[in-house]
């Protein structure tokens, strides 16, 4: 079970590793490399609303970027078998995002959260963004009517999903951001100071010059591409889909207590 209150640091990253959001995740070698050459050969779906134009054409320096962000192993030659996330880095990234959090609490800065994998991240997502709000952040409301090709753009609990056929739907495309910012802008509405989400959206938001910190798997390299690039201020590294969405409350914990934010 999750351990209760705020963990301290070496907690933390025992509790990651037992529960799989870091350490021996769950996604598999082959399926990390097949992610990170897929995107090396410009396939645009796994470049997550991001342009990577032809920086990234070499799976091999994808792979360096994973090992060194994420903790994969780096050997070329390692192609099938278990795969890891480092927890230390794992912890280390969301003392980064603290810190980002921190700096909006303090500037009262406008916040728009959102998840395309609402089965695992959704409640971390709420949870942060009912703390920011109470520590004076506006959350910003998205526009009504908004729709991509995978279906309709809509919010809840504070945080912006993709609702396909009455059911919250996993999404890695940048589309449902592009719409939201899109649809500030034409309603002449500011656009976000801080994109708090994963996957497209936070890619999407980070492309269109937006200050953006997300939560990516270790199949999902080009978040942390945009990370090494100074295009996404943080990306932290874990599992994103894990057994149970209780097993992210201690890692939360952590998080808003790093950023001052606990209640």
């Not at 609303?49 to 799976?59: P, Q, V």
């Not at 320096?61 to 060194?68: I, N, R």
């Not at 090709?149 to 999903?161: T, W």
């Amino acid at each position: 079970m999750p351990i209760p209150g705020t963990p301290s640091r070496a907690e933390l990253a025992e509790h990651l590793v037992r529960t799989r959001i870091a350490g021996d995740v769950a996604t598999p070698r082959e399926n990390n490399l097949s992610h990170y050459r897929k995107l090396a050969n410009g396939d645009r779906g796994f470049w997550l609303g991001l342009e990577l134009g032809d920086r990234w054409t070499d799976e091999q320096d994808v792979l360096a970027v994973m090992a060194e962000r994420v903790g994969v192993n780096d050997d070329p030659e390692y192609r099938y078998g278990q795969d890891t996330i480092d927890p230390e880095l794992t912890v280390a990234a969301l003392e980064r995002m603290a810190g980002r959090l921190r700096k909006a609490a303090d500037g009262g800065q406008r916040v728009l959260f959102a998840t395309g994998h609402p089965g695992g991240l959704l409640d971390v997502h709420r949870a942060t963004a009912d703390a920011l709000r109470g520590a004076g952040c506006e959350i910003v409301v998205i526009p009504e009517g908004l729709t991509t090709e995978e279906g309709y753009v809509q919010q809840f609990a504070d945080v912006a999903v993709l609702e396909h056929g009455a059911s919250l739907w996993h999404t890695h495309s940048g589309e449902p951001m592009k719409a939201i910012l899109t649809g500030l802008e034409r309603a002449g509405r500011p656009l976000p100071d801080l994109v708090v989400a994963d996957h497209g959206w936070a890619g999407y938001a980070a492309q269109h010059g937006v200050d953006s910190v997300g939560y990516a798997d270790c199949n999902d390299p080009a978040l942390f591409l945009a990370e090494s690039e100074g295009t996404l201020q943080v990306a932290v590294p874990l599992d994103d889909h894990v057994v149970s969405p209780r097993y992210y409350d201690p890692m939360t914990a952590y998080l808003l207590g790093e950023a001052g934010l606990a209640g």
